[in-house]
C-alpha cells in the first residue's frame, strides 16, 4: 500500500525498491512515524540525498538549519501538538506568510492545517531530515521546561507559610536562602507560565486575609492561584527586588522594569507598576510584547479596504493620523505597525512616549518625564527642530500639545498620535472642544482610526450558532445578508481559554473628505460626522465587528461586548 506520495516519486525513479517502500509506508502508517523517518532509520537512504531529492522534485527553496538560530522561531506557533503531528516546524514569519521547515514537502496537508489554524498563508521550506529531528526535539525538551506552576510548588509555599516568620505589620522581609528559594522558584515559573500562556498582564492582589495572582489572557481576567497571604510582603519584596525598586518604601506608587531572560539570545520585557492599598501592595506586570508590534499590517485584522486607506495615509508626506480607542484597545501596536512601514535609512523618525513600551531600531525614542520637566509638548517642540520626517506622540492630552502636533503635520510632517475617545466621529469634536480651531483641524487630520480588540474563536471547538432572523436584523445584519452567514459561538477545549484563542483587531478607518472637512469648518457634531462617513461607504466599529461575526471568526456575543450595542 504506497499511501505516500513521496514513497510514489521514489519508485517512479527507482531510487528504493517498491517491496522496501511498501514495507516502509505500511510501518509509518501503524506507528505514526514519519515516512521520512522510517527510510532514513532503514538506511535506504542518507538525509542528505532525500533532501536534494525533494528539492529537484518540488523544486522547494532549502535551508540548512545548521545555520538557523531557532531562537528567532516565534513563541506563539510552538505547538506541540501541532509539530508533532506534522512532524514539521515553523521557523519564522514574514508579513502575513509563515515559512515551515518541512522534509517532505509533498504532503499538502502539512500546510493547510498551519494555514487553518494560524490564518496565515504558510509556505514550505526543505530541511534535511536529521536536522529536522533535532530541531523538534530541542524544542520541545525547551518547551516542556518552561512548565507553569505546579501542585508541588504550591505545597511548598504553604509549608513557608506554616514554617516561616513572617511580621506582617513592619512589612520586614526574611532573607534566609531556605525560605525565599522557593519564592523565587514560583515566581520565575508564574512569570514563565504568564509568557507560555499568551497572558498580557499579571496582577498580584492582597486582600484582608487572602492573596491572588490573575492573568489578563485576550483581554479577559481569569483567576490563576491563592498563595497564603502571610507571603504577600516576601512576594512583593521579590518582584521589587526583580524590578529594582526600593523595597522599603510601601506608601507610593513605584514604576520599574524587569528583563526576563529566557536563554542566551531571547529575553522578555515586563512594565511593572505598584500601588500601596489598604492590605499590602497590589503589583501589576505588563508584558512588553516586541514581537506584535512586528507582524505586519496584514495580520492586525485590518479588512483589505481600510488596509488600503492606513497605508494611502502613511504614505503622504505630511498629515496626521489618530487612533483612538480605551486603554488595551490596541493602539500602540497600530501605531507601532505603521512606523515599521516607515522606519528606512532614508526617513528620521522621533516619538514621545510615556512609557515607552517597545524598543525599536532605527526610531529616536523619547521617555516623557513630567517631574523633570519633560512633557509631550516640550518634547514635540525639540523634534521639530531636529529635522524629523515622522513624529510620533504617545498621546494627545492637552491643548499645547494639540496645536503643536496639529502645526507639525501643516508644515511637511507626518505626526502620529493616540486620543481616548469612542469613535472616529468623536475624535474631531474632542479636538475642538480642546479649543483647536475648526479650519487647523480641517487643514491637518488625513485619517482616523477607531479600535477594539476581540477575542478570536478557537478553531479547534467552535461551533455552529442558531439566532432567530428577527434577532439578527435587530443586531444590525442586513436581509441580503442573512442567507450567507457562518455563526458561530464559543465552547471551549484544551487548546483554549473558555472558547477563545487570541484576538482581532476591530476597525473604523474614516479618511477626511472634502465633505468631512466642511461639516468639520461649519462646526458639526458627532452624529453628522459619523452619518457622512457612512454615507460615503467607511464602516463603523459595530458593522465591522458584524462582518468579523458573520465570518465566523469572533462570536455575537463578543461582537456586543467589544461594541456596547
Known amino acids: 500500500m504506497l499511501h505516500h506520495s513521496l514513497a510514489a516519486l521514489l519508485l517512479r525513479d527507482r531510487r528504493i525498491a517498491e517491496a522496501q517502500l ?21 538506511k535506504l537512504v542518507t538525509s542528505a540525498e532525500l533532501a536534494a531529492f525533494c528539492y529537484q522534485e518540488s523544486n522547494c527553496p532549502w535551508l540548512d538549519l545548521d545555520s538557523f538560530n531557532p531562537e528567532l522561531i516565534p513563541p506563539q506557533f510552538i505547538n506541540e501538538r501541532l509539530i508533532r503531528k506534522n512532524h514539521a516546524v515553523p521557523l519564522y514569519q514574514r508579513g502575513n506568510v509563515l515559512y515551515i521547515a518541512v522534509s517532505d514537502p509533498t504532503r499538502i496537508e502539512t500546510l493547510d492545517e498551519f494555514q487553518f489554524r494560524t490564518r496565515l498563508q504558510a509556505e514550505a521550506v526543505l530541511v534535511e531530515e536529521d536536522k529536522l529531528q533535532k530541531l523538534i526535539d530541542k524544542l520541545l525538551e525547551n518547551e516542556s521546561s518552561m512548565l507553569g506552576v505546579t501542585e508541588q510548588d504550591e505545597r511548598e509555599l504553604r509549608e513557608i507559610d ?17 525560605n525565599d ?19 498580557s498582564d499579571l496582577h498580584f492582589e492582597p486582600y484582608e486575609g487572602e492573596y491572588r495572582i490573575r492573568f489578563r489572557i485576550d483581554g479577559v481576567l481569569h483567576e490563576i492561584a491563592r498563595p497564603p497571604f502571610a507571603l504577600s510582603a516576601r512576594i512583593a519584596a521579590r518582584l521589587k527586588v526583580m524590578s529594582q525598586l526600593d523595597i522599603a518604601e510601601r506608601r507610593l506608587p513605584q514604576d520599574g522594569r524587569i528583563k526576563l531572560r529566557l536563554s542566551k539570545h531571547k529575553a522578555i520585557d515586563f512594565r511593572v507598576s505598584t500601588l500601596p492599598t489598604m492590605y499590602g501592595e497590589k503589583i501589576v506586570l505588563r508584558i512588553l510584547d516586541a514581537a506584535a508590534a512586528m507582524m505586519g499590517i496584514e495580520s492586525l485584522g485590518y479588512a483589505p479596504e481600510q488596509q488600503r486607506l492606513y497605508e494611502e495615509a502613511l504614505s503622504k508626506p505630511q498629515g496626521m493620523i489618530l487612533v483612538t480607542g480605551p486603554t488595551g484597545s490596541g493602539k500602540t501596536v497600530s501605531l507601532y505597525t505603521g512606523l515599521n512601514i516607515l522606519n528606512t535609512s532614508e526617513v528620521n523618525i522621533s516619538t514621545a512616549e510615556d512609557p515607552v513600551e517597545i524598543n525599536l531600531y532605527g526610531v529616536n525614542q523619547v521617555q516623557i518625564n513630567v517631574k523633570a520637566g519633560l512633557t509631550f509638548a516640550d518634547a514635540l517642540r525639540s523634534f521639530l527642530r531636529q529635522d524629523p520626517d515622522v513624529v510620533m506622540v504617545g498621546e494627545i492630552r492637552d491643548l499645547e500639545t494639540a496645536e503643536i502636533a496639529i502645526k507639525a ?58 439566532i432567530p432572523k428577527e434577532e439578527l436584523l435587530r443586531q444590525g445584519f442586513l436581509e441580503e445578508q442573512l442567507d450567507h452567514l457562518n455563526l458561530q459561538r464559543a465552547v471551549g477545549c484544551d487548546y483554549c481559554t473558555g472558547g477563545f484563542k487570541g484576538r482581532t483587531g476591530i476597525y473604523e478607518v474614516m479618511p477626511v473628505t472634502e465633505a468631512v472637512q466642511e461639516l468639520i469648518m461649519s462646526n458639526a457634531g458627532a452624529l453628522q460626522i459619523a452619518r457622512q462617513a457612512r454615507k460615503e461607504g467607511y464602516h463603523s466599529l459595530r458593522q465591522s465587528a458584524l462582518e468579523k461575526v458573520a465570518d465566523g471568526i469572533i462570536s455575537l456575543a463578543e461582537a456586543n461586548r467589544v461594541t456596547n450595542n
Open 22 to 42: 511498501k514495507s516502509c509506508s505500511e510501518y509509518a502508517w501503524e506507528t505514526k512515524l514519519p515516512f521520512t523517518s522510517v527510510i532514513i532509520e532503514r
Open 162 to 178: 506554616a514554617d516561616g516568620e513572617v511580621r506582617e505589620d513592619t512589612g520586614s522581609v526574611s532573607v534566609d536562602a531556605k
Open 181 to 199: 528559594a522557593p519564592i523565587v522558584i514560583y515566581i520565575n515559573k508564574m512569570l514563565l507560565d504568564a509568557i507560555k500562556r499568551g497572558a
Open 409 to 466: 503635520a501643516q508644515t511637511g510632517h507626518l505626526v502620529m498620535s493616540t486620543l481616548h475617545t469612542n469613535s472616529a466621529a468623536e475624535t474631531l469634536t474632542r479636538l475642538m472642544n480642546m479649543g483647536v480651531p475648526s479650519y487647523n483641524i480641517a487643514s491637518s487630520v488625513s485619517l482616523i482610526i477607531a479600535q477594539r480588540l476581540a477575542r478570536r474563536l478557537c478553531n479547534e471547538c467552535k461551533e455552529p450558532e442558531d
